[in-house]
């Protein structure tokens, strides 16, 4: 593949990466940062009241990690992100199957969506300030990034398998056991990788479900934009006619 189409893609991704970045940071100041607030005035009652009222210094403001903290991680998240699924999309484009720019763009974002948030969510769901054992976050942390390694290993797997099943079985028919086995080996994982049920008794349930929505709402809204504008993104630059380039890039080698 040409070097030159490729850097090109990769603007078109970190560009893209940007503005779903943005995107997702109005969801997440707007819909999770007020279950933030709350969560944190329990973390604090709770510490008022073990230690008799005394106040621990700030190191940073609130309002500085509710604003320039977190924009500051979702846009360079956006940016590193956009630029690695660009890099996949330029493999992946003709490849995967008969599918145009957008529609490539848009069954990369939704299984990126799938096997690095969803399943690994699914297993170790977000936790809001107040919940969780601060003795086992690293081991939390540590299985959380194991499921998203086993989903993103096993995703990749059933793709390899389907292709490969598919000339005996059919398109359909392949695509089906597939997932059925990618379904099956995340249930495995499920099942035998611990679990951990740390939440106090005192804690609103219905706050908990609330951050973790807008947790999944943030990751959503980012997926979802990255798909539908580096999909128009790479359209025009594949589609549009941009020179030899954009040919060499439509066209997989190997």
Same mark, same amino acid.
């Given at each position: ?5 490729? &850097?090109?893609?990769?603007? !078109? ?32 009652? %709770?510490? %008022?009241? $073990? %230690? ?33 699924? $660009?890099?996949?999309? $330029? #493999?992946?484009?003709? &490849? ?27 297993? #170790? ?11 086992t ?6 299985l =959380? ?7 993103? @290993? @096993? ?9 490969? @099943? ?21 249930g495995? +994982?499920?099942? =035998? ?11 609103? +349930? ?17 997926w ?7 999909? #128009? ?10 020179g030899?380039?954009? &040919? !060499? ?6």
């Amino acid at each position: 593949m040409n070097s030159i189409s490729v &850097r090109a893609l990769l603007v !078109r991704g970190m560009i893209a990466g940007v503005i779903a970045g943005a995107l997702a940071l109005a969801v997440a100041y707007f819909l999770g940062e007020s279950q933030v607030d709350a969560a944190i005035a329990i973390e604090e009652a %709770h510490s %008022h009241a $073990a %230690h008799g009222g005394g106040e621990e210094e700030e190191l940073v403001s609130r309002t500085m990690q509710a604003t320039g903290g977190l924009a500051t991680a979702l846009l360079v998240f956006g940016v590193a992100v956009g630029g690695i699924a $660009a890099l996949v999309y $330029a #493999y992946a484009l003709g &490849r995967i199957g008969n599918f145009g720019p957008r529609a490539t763009a848009a069954l990369i974002a939704g299984a990126a969506l799938l096997t690095v948030y969803v399943v690994p969510f699914l297993k #170790y769901p977000a936790n809001p300030p107040a919940v969780g054992n601060p003795d086992t976050i690293g081991k939390r942390t540590t299985l =959380f990034f194991l499921m998203v390694a086993l989903s993103l @290993l @096993l995703a990749v797997a059933a793709v390899i398998i389907g292709k490969r @099943l598919a000339p005996a079985l059919g398109n359909w028919n392949a695509t089906t056991a597939a997932a059925a086995g990618f379904v099956l080996a995340i249930g495995l +994982a499920y099942a =035998f990788l611990p679990s951990f049920d740390e939440v106090g008794k005192d804690f609103p +349930a219905s706050l908990l479900w609330k951050f973790r929505l807008s947790t999944l709402a943030v990751q959503t809204t980012f997926w979802a934009g990255f798909g539908l504008i580096f999909g #128009y993104l790479t359209e025009r630059l594949l589609v549009s006619g941009n020179g030899a380039d954009a &040919r !060499r890039v439509a066209t997989p080698v190997g």
